[in-house]
């Protein structure tokens, strides 16, 4: 038995109080480490992607939209819902066109994380594109977006503001930024 082990709740019974469209929410009876019982409320979501893509001058592609959990206009990189049984590739090339109107010539997967993996199970992952043809955005019914394109730098300075508060956006832009100052580090 490994160390982690231990740290280990096994699920004694899952009870769905709500099945939606993109979410589900369920409860779990679960089993403590020091043997005691108690439950979990977790949203089950189907997982996204999260496209970080750069433009030939090393523009960023963000997006502005209004978040109603969040009541605010928010900077985010463009992200969107994995279809089932979609590959996450295809998704990533699919949800930046839809959003933004660029096509990724070059796409990479990069990482994968958890958006709040204390209440939810929505694992997200993140590609570079690049190489981007400009199309025509195809956004959904219900959404309404604002492309725009800040230089590396300036996405930085609003993550350092707190002017970008979208954790998967400052995720992917301190990653790219770690990577640059990587490759100059070496």
């Not at 594109?129 to 959904?140: H, M, S, V």
């Not at 959404?143 to 995720?171: P, Q, S, W, Y």
Request: charged share 35%; net charge neutral; glycine share 4%.
């Amino acid at each position: 038995m490994n160390k982690e082990d231990s740290f280990q709740e096994n699920t004694l019974s899952s009870t769905f109080i709500y099945r939606g469209r993109v979410i589900n929410l369920r409860q779990d009876r679960v089993n403590l480490p020091d043997g005691r019982e108690t439950t979990r409320e977790i949203v089950e979501h189907p997982g996204a992607v999260v496209i970080l893509a750069l433009t030939n001058e090393k523009e960023i592609v963000m997006i502005r939209q209004f978040r109603k959990p969040a009541e605010e206009v928010l900077w985010e990189l463009p992200a969107g819902t994995v279809e089932p049984g979609e590959d996450l590739k295809n998704c990533a090339r699919r949800e930046l066109e839809e959003e933004t109107g660029y096509y990724p010539r070059k796409i990479k997967k990069l990482i994968t994380f958890f958006s709040t993996p204390g209440f939810c199970n929505e694992r997200l992952t993140l590609f570079l594109a690049e190489d981007l043809e400009k199309k025509n955005k195809n956004e959904d019914a219900d959404e309404f977006i604002k492309v725009k394109l800040i230089g590396i730098d300036k996405a930085l300075r609003l993550v350092k503001e707190n002017i970008i508060k979208d954790a998967k956006t400052i995720i992917g832009i301190l990653y790219l930024v770690s990577s640059i100052a990587h490759r100059v580090s070496r």
